[in-house]
């Protein structure tokens, strides 16, 4: 799950982290009141949950309160690289003397925290990386101790800090780590993190990922987590617990096991075939989960006419062939509508030839046992 | 004896009584898996299948040999069953549980390398000897005794992998899911490096997908040291940038981890790459 940059900020204050005064707005006027009591010249920032914002036109320099009007109400409903700004953070403008940057995230080979810092900030991490690998410098962290302090010294002043500098810098990192690992975070990132002219270090942005696997501990994020996915589909994927993303097409495709369905997209593109959506109904299917999957796929097709037909796969492992079947046929009539369903059952045996008996004579169902033989009959049925 | 268990393998299974737990290891039981003991919490004493249930793996470890565990506590006591079973002295664990927290899968590496502990998962369907034995799910009637090993980062797709080989008459010497997250136990290397010296392997065929750079380094070792034939197969090319398909592991963030990246690692490194599913037995066929 992704924080919003005035979110992400909240927490850096909770740890110590320094950040620029600022509001958060939901209207002109608001932000006008806002450039007011900060004072100063503001930056008006929109708050979407992506990067590139400044370039896309989503951050903007305010010289008066009424710029910081005026700016707010041409940002406010924009839409940025797809997401809708609905609020906007009003930010004291920093005297910028250096910009540098500083995240954690996890590193793949390893499997443990990696620490990397740069003195060039302000841009993406992956294009310094590129071109000047020699100005950033990382350190793997032990999860089970956290990072030390002078492994943090040391790895500062690898990008030449020196000073004050240094010692602020090794004290952000170390405060960063502490809220990387109690906020269970993928990644944490300050870019840029400022050095003022009067040599003060302030994060002036924030990106912070939650691992979604750890939310139950977390329960103030848990609910917002739903809330903030705006795609109606994947909501109800995430509602009903399943994996969904929304694609394009006219097939609807769903599979039990996130290998498994990708490969089915895979199969059904290549083959001329068009997806229309990515649904990971998960291992272990009970028959609730198995209902609101389908259910969901038919829901769709109910309301989106270009959906053709539905390509339905489940391998059995050690899911009860009973629920399974029931499942889907629960869905069938709960949700009425006329779109075929293309049926793959595979698997554990007996599991395979009972859930296969059980939904032999389902109207709608059309089954198969052949993986193969299935999506080219669901290519040819979206053909029509 | 295989790679890392066989027929006379003693295996505790952490979770017993619990609704997966039970399920599974009635599942294995029939397929002959030695199960010697289980661990749940104030359920000591009790049995599940006549098989004795005790309290902690330090009891169940005090009056039975156990070479290997199988984890199936819910997702946030992971951690520290697999804790528990490292301290205890295990040294091959499979998690099964999916859904684990990052940090908790991150801190299970560290502690188990530290103590000289091999495990694969979390979010795995385990791994099977065909007609030894098996520890997690993987079904019995998809896989057949033979020469190919299946090393995979999925679960349905890895038991569907050993179906299409099956069905075409190719017998395999061991079906392995590393588990779909972004941190796991063992990596596609090492289990290659044990495959290397297993004399019941012929061909190794690698199911991979998007997300993290398990393939590449698997690529790279195949070419420079590896001594068997290998067929690949990469799930996932047509997922979209940024989007979580499914598991954690599953999700390409910049150039890294996309389809191509691995596809054309494995072509260049000369192993061939299957484009679907029902390719893989055929290509096997040609390589051995």
Known sequence: ?384 | MAIFVDKDTNVLVQGITGRLGALQTELMLDYGTKIVAGVTPGKGGETQFDIPVYNSVQEAISKHRIDASVVYVPAPFVQDAAFEAIDAGIKFMVIITDWVPLHSEMKIKVYAKNRGTCYIGPNTPGIMIPSQTSLGMISPSAVMPGGVAIVSRSGTLTDEVASHLSEQGIGQSVVVGLGGDAVVGLRMNEVLKLLKQDKQTKCVVIVGEIGGTMEEEAAEYIEAQFNKPVVAYVAGRVAPQGKVMGHAGAIITGARGMAESKISAFKSAGIPVAETLWEIPTLVEKMV
């Open chain 1, 1 to 384: 799950m992704k924080l919003y940059e005035y979110e992400g900020k909240e927490i850096f204050s909770k740890f110590g982290i320094p950040i620029p005064q600022g509001i958060l707005v939901n209207t002109g006027k608001e932000a006008r009141q806002a450039a007011i009591s900060i004072g100063k010249e503001v930056v008006v920032k929109s708050q979407i949950l992506t990067g590139g914002r400044g370039k896309a036109g989503g951050i903007k320099v305010a010289k008066t309160p009424e710029d910081a009007e005026k700016i707010a109400q041409d940002i406010l409903g924009m839409e940025l690289q797809g997401y809708k700004v609905g609020s906007l953070l009003v930010e004291e403008k920093l005297d910028i003397a250096n910009e540098m940057y500083m995240g954690i995230t996890v590193d793949d080979k390893n499997g443990v925290p990696i620490a990397i810092i740069s003195a060039k900030g302000g841009v993406e991490i992956e294009e310094v990386a590129q071109e000047n690998p020699e100005e950033i410098a990382s350190i793997l962290i032990d999860p089970l101790y956290g990072i030390r302090s002078y492994e943090a010294i040391n790895l500062v002043r690898q990008i030449g800090l020196t000073k004050e500098a240094l010692t602020s810098a090794s004290k952000i990192l170390s405060q960063l780590y502490d809220l990387f690992a109690s906020y269970d975070a993928r990644m944490v990132e300050i870019n840029p993190l400022v050095i003022t002219n009067e040599g003060k270090m302030v994060a002036a942005d924030s990106r912070c990922e939650i691992d979604d696997n750890s939310l139950f501990k977390h329960p103030e994020f848990k609910d917002l987590h739903i809330q903030r996915i705006e795609n109606l589909w994947e909501r109800e994927g995430v509602k009903g617990g399943v994996n969904y993303v929304d694609l394009e097409g006219n097939i609807a495709v769903m599979a039990n096991g996130a290998g498994l369905t990708m490969s089915l997209l895979d199969v059904v593109k290549a083959g001329g075939g068009s997806p229309a959506c990515f649904l990971d109904a998960g291992g272990g299917l009970s028959r609730e989960r198995m209902k609101n999957s389908v259910g969901l796929l038919l829901k769709k097709a109910r309301a989106e006419q270009r959906i053709k037909v539905i390509l339905l796969m489940v391998r059995m492992m050690i899911s009860p062939p009973d629920a399974v079947a029931e499942g889907i046929i629960e869905a069938i009539k709960e949700v009425e509508v006329e779109t075929p369903i293309i049926a793959v059952i595979r698997g554990r045996e007996p599991y395979e030839t009972r859930a296969r008996v059980l939904l032999k004579n389902v109207e709608k169902i059309i089954l198969y046992s052949s993986v193969e033989d299935g999506i080219r009959e669901a290519i040819e049925m979206a053909k029509e």
